[in-house]
Nanobody
Framework: QLQLVESGGGLVQPGGSLRLSCAVS????????IGWFRQAPGKEREGVSC????????YYTDSVKGRFTVTRDNAQNTVYLQMNSLKPEDTAVYYC??????????????????WGQGTQVTVSS
């Protein structure tokens, strides 16, 4: 069964950090780029970051550059999103997704083949 499972979300104060994990099963992570999306209440889902399959090239949307870092551990079939200096506007449900096409269109939901169920991140004092 093909599956992506996010974990690591929670409540954090502004300026704090969280590390999200995306554990994959049922397919080989090596051949897939993994993207991270988020959806805040009342807003459309947006692409946040992506890490490519072969060279682990990373991509970030402007609002998270310098604060978020995406990494992958193919041996553990897991991708991580380290989020630092969190802001209230980072509050959202965060999703990971797998794309066989790579990261070139990483903000486009149609580029992805498989999706996780999401994990809630709330940044509030």
């Amino acid at each position: 069964q093909l599956q992506l499972v996010e974990s690591g979300g929670g409540l954090v104060q502004p300026g704090g950090s969280l590390r999200l994990s995306c554990a994959v099963s049922g397919f080989t992570l090596d051949y897939y780029a993994i993207g991270w999306f988020r959806q805040a209440p009342g807003k459309e889902r947006e692409g946040v970051s992506c890490i490519s399959s072969h060279y682990s090239t990373t991509y970030y949307t402007d609002s998270v550059k310098g604060r978020f870092t995406v990494t992958r551990d193919n041996a553990q079939n897991t991708v991580y999103l380290q989020m630092n200096s969190l802001k209230p506007e980072d509050t959202a449900v965060y999703y990971c997704a797998a794309s066989f096409l790579g990261c070139s269109g990483y903000v486009l939901e149609d580029e992805y083949d498989y999706w996780g169920q999401g994990t809630q991140v709330t940044v509030s004092s």
